[in-house]
Nanobody
Framework: QVQLVESGGGLVQAGGSLRLSCVAS????????MAWFRQAPGKEREFVTA????????RYADSVKGRFTISRDNAKNTVFLQMNSLKPEDTAVYYC????????????????WGQGTQVTVSS
């Protein structure tokens, strides 16, 4: 089992920045692909970004490319999501997720999930 705990969400004005963190515990963190998903009210949970175990490969949703950056620190069992140039449409609950194999964009492909952290971007 892997336990994931997100933090760093909050209220920010459009154009601002936030940095989310996700701390993992349980099995060896650096064996896992880590991802961020988000879910806005009334919408499906959608893929945001993911990173391989060694940080050498990443993938981003088109909607966040050039604005969001995923990174990880395996020594601290932590994955980060730096969000810049935030827009009101980025408002959502952001979830950290983990899976054992390669990067995937489907939520069903991930085995472990955090409880989520709310990000609200005001216009």
């Amino acid at each position: 089992q892997v336990q994931l705990v997100e933090s760093g969400g909050g209220l920010v004005q459009a154009g601002g920045s936030l940095r989310l963190s996700c701390v993992a515990s349980g099995r060896t963190f650096n064996n896992y692909v880590m991802a961020w998903f988000r879910q806005a009210p009334g919408k499906e949970r959608e893929f945001v970004t993911a990173i391989t175990w060694n940080g050498e490969s990443t993938r981003y949703a088109d909607s966040v490319k050039g604005r969001f950056t995923i990174s990880r620190d395996n020594a601290k069992n932590t994955v980060f999501l730096q969000m810049n140039s935030l827009k009101p449409e980025d408002t959502a609950v952001y979830y950290c997720a983990a899976r054992f194999y390669g990067i995937a964009t489907g939520r069903a492909m991930y085995d472990y999930w955090g409880q989520g952290t709310q990000v609200t971007v005001s216009s």
